[in-house]
């Protein structure tokens, strides 16, 4: 009989920071905000990046870019210390930054 299938990105329910440049506050209400917008849309990830969108948006000002996904890279130019690129649930990657 074989062993039932473990989803073990349920163990990786925590933001994991790769590489910021924000200061402390700034990056404690992106991770924040990030991780309410991937529960609240766990089946939409245009949804949850929009909706992260909005909020640094209207707390830090325009304008901001998200792309949340699996498998991508990226080479962007972004205002410095405004930068965020993290993980949340094991695989899905999260990066968040302000344009000049």
């Known amino acids: 009989m074989a062993a039932p299938e473990v989803d073990i990105r349920k163990n990786f329910n925590f933001p994991l920071v790769v590489k910021s440049d924000m200061n402390e506050e700034m990056l404690?209400?992106?991770t924040e905000s990030a991780q309410t917008a991937v529960e609240k849309h766990s089946k939409s990830n245009e949804l949850a990046a929009k909706m992260l969108k909005?909020?640094?948006?209207?707390k830090f000002g325009p304008s901001w870019?998200?792309?949340?996904?699996?498998?991508?890279g990226y080479e962007i130019?972004?205002?410095?210390?405004?930068l965020l690129y993290m993980f949340f649930g094991?695989?899905?990657?999260?990066?968040v930054w302000k344009s000049r």
Request: proline share 0%; aromatic share 8%; hydrophobic share 35%.
């Open 28 to 30: 404690a209400e992106a």
């Open 54 to 58: 909005d909020t640094m948006d209207k």
């Open 65 to 72: 870019h998200v792309v949340i996904g699996e498998g991508f």
């Open 77 to 82: 130019e972004y205002e410095t210390k405004h």
């Open 90 to 95: 094991g695989s899905l990657g999260i990066i």
